[in-house]
């Protein structure tokens, strides 16, 4: 998912800095990359190296007029697809793990958007002051 935000004025480096906190403080562990000049990309995974569990989380664009998108998880398009054929024939036991895969994301993921519009909140103006 993908959220913008125009008008803002948010220092994106404190926003990235939230970001991670907020991931760390869920036992990921992180890594923060700045591959551009208005992109700041951070990669996360649970301390447990939770197989399939990666994050990625960038934040691009400016002060006044920027974006952020989670990254995670596999598209759950062919779970909607061949779900119900596979359990309908006795291969429900193959889709499990990729369903509490599937759950642990869209739980990370609900937990994060209403955090980062906090943040995003608390940090209106913040770019001014640097």
Known sequence: ??????????DLNLL???IQR???AKNFLTRL?????NEIEIFAMPSDRGEGKVVAI???GGSNDFAVEFVGGQDSRT???FGPILTFFGG???LLPHLKLREFFEKLEG???PFLEESVIGLTGSARLQ
């Open 58 to 60: 960038k934040v691009y």
């Open 92 to 94: 429900g036991f193959l």
């Open 33 to 37: 990359d700045k591959p551009g000049e």
């Open 79 to 81: 779970l909607r697809l």
């Open 16 to 18: 990235s800095q939230r």
């Open 22 to 24: 907020f991931l760390e």
């Open 111 to 113: 937990e994060f958007w």
């Open 1 to 10: 998912m993908k959220e913008r935000w125009i008008g803002r004025d948010v």
